[in-house]
């Protein structure tokens, strides 16, 4: 099954920009946000990657590398460290 952008909102944990700031809430992602997720059990967990200008898209290498960086430096990932995404979905432009 192919996980459309409705089906991951629900999943958004983080809203991240792309001047590094983490200090958004999810009601406040913008609709071009990149939705970056991985599988994590029976749910998902999605990382919105978004510019801090509101009319620019992140393209998917930089909002993986965004979301990866981000987890990583929170703990998200553990001992195992940092694993390739599972989905990664583009906010319209």
Do not use: K
């Amino acid at each position: 099954m192919t996980m459309t952008r409705a089906m991951a909102l629900p999943y958004v944990s983080y809203v991240l920009d792309d001047a590094l700031s983490a200090d958004h809430a999810v009601a406040d992602m913008l609709p071009n946000a990149t939705l970056v997720g991985w599988q994590c059990g029976f749910e998902p967990l999605f990382v919105a990657v978004q510019s801090y200008l509101p009319d620019t898209r992140i393209d998917g290498d930089d909002a993986v590398e965004i979301a990866m960086d981000y987890l990583e430096e929170i703990g998200w990932f553990g001992e195992d460290g940092p694993r390739d995404c599972d989905y990664v979905i583009l906010g319209v432009r």
